[in-house]
């Protein structure tokens, strides 16, 4: 599973990764510890009349992560929604709307996963791209109006050969050319369903320090190497 992530994306660089335009700015801050719960910006289309136009504009809103339905009559089910399994995604009741009609992009720079060092230690290490580069998970979003929340959660895929060191799983990194098909409602499910595979791009992977497992820690000595056995 994906519960940690890092995003130091500047509103400008935002503006210029996902396309987006004539939008008023978001007052973002550097984080070093998203957790599940907390608002994230996320990029979707911005709601137009032709809803499979793969050029309609993008925006940015924020969501609260984990996914809470449009059904659900309380906010802490998104915390066992804070995943989507790519296999499963277009099946599953609390997913496969969302699939269909509300896909989305989560802009990151990191995210965290934890290697089981023996039956009791485990090491949190940071996975990033180099240079610690900008990326985008895919994701879906959902909007409960009778709890008035907007919410998302990260698909998650089997992992590359850099992850696979560290977890069974990593996030659904998209590539920039995927992001319009991604988006669009015109593109077919099983295509759509196609892009949800491992990263195929180098990343790279290092030992952080164990206070990242505090979601009430959140600065930038998080994402600073630390020895494996920290």
Not at 152 to 170: F, G
């Given at each position: 599973?994906?519960?940690?992530?890092?995003?130091?994306?500047?509103?400008?660089?935002?503006?210029?990764?996902?396309?987006?335009?004539?939008?008023?700015?978001?007052?973002?801050?550097?984080?070093?510890?998203?957790?599940?719960?907390?608002?994230?910006?996320?990029?979707r289309?911005?709601?137009?009349?032709?809803?499979?136009?793969?050029?309609?504009?993008?925006?940015?809103?924020?969501?609260?992560?984990?996914?809470?339905?449009?059904?659900?009559?309380?906010?802490?089910?998104?915390?066992?929604?804070?995943?989507?399994?790519?296999e499963?995604?277009?099946?599953?009741?609390?997913?496969?709307?969302?699939?269909?009609?509300?896909?989305?992009?989560i802009?990151?720079?990191?995210?965290?996963?934890?290697?089981?060092l023996?039956?009791?230690?485990?090491?949190?290490?940071?996975?990033?791209?180099?240079?610690?580069?900008?990326?985008?998970?895919?994701?879906?979003?959902?909007?409960?109006?009778?709890?008035?929340?907007?919410?998302?959660?990260?698909?998650?895929?089997?992992?590359?050969?850099?992850?696979?060191?560290?977890?069974?799983?990593?996030?659904?990194?998209?590539?920039?050319?995927?992001?319009?098909?991604?988006?669009?409602?015109?593109?077919?499910?099983?295509?759509?369903?196609?892009?949800?595979?491992?990263?195929?791009?180098?990343?790279?992977?290092?030992?952080?320090?164990?206070?990242?497992?505090?979601?009430?820690?959140?600065?930038?000595?998080?994402?600073?190497?630390?020895?494996?056995?920290?």
């Amino acid at each position: 599973m994906c519960g940690r992530f890092t995003n130091q994306i500047t509103w400008r660089e935002l503006v210029e990764l996902y396309e987006i335009h004539d939008q008023p700015a978001l007052n973002l801050r550097p984080r070093y510890n998203v957790a599940p719960s907390q608002d994230i910006p996320i990029v979707r289309p911005v709601p137009v009349e032709d809803e499979e136009d793969e050029d309609a504009p993008r925006e940015v809103v924020m969501a609260r992560w984990g996914l809470v339905p449009f059904w659900a009559k309380d906010l802490k089910v998104g915390y066992k929604m804070i995943n989507a399994k790519a296999e499963t995604v277009d099946e599953k009741p609390a997913f496969r709307n969302a699939f269909k009609r509300r896909r989305c992009l989560i802009p990151a720079d990191g995210f965290y996963e934890w290697k089981k060092l023996d039956k009791k230690e485990k090491q949190p290490y940071r996975l990033c791209l180099p240079e610690q580069r900008a990326f985008a998970f895919a994701g879906l979003w959902e909007a409960n109006d009778k709890l008035e929340v907007t919410s998302c959660t990260i698909i998650t895929t089997e992992p590359n050969a850099v992850a696979a060191e560290i977890h069974d799983r990593m996030p659904v990194i998209l590539p920039p050319e995927a992001y319009a098909g991604w988006l669009s409602q015109a593109t077919p499910p099983e295509e759509a369903k196609a892009l949800l595979k491992p990263y195929a791009g180098e990343m790279i992977a290092y030992p952080v320090d164990k206070a990242v497992g505090s979601p009430k820690n959140d600065g930038p000595e998080l994402i600073e190497e630390a020895a494996k056995d920290a």
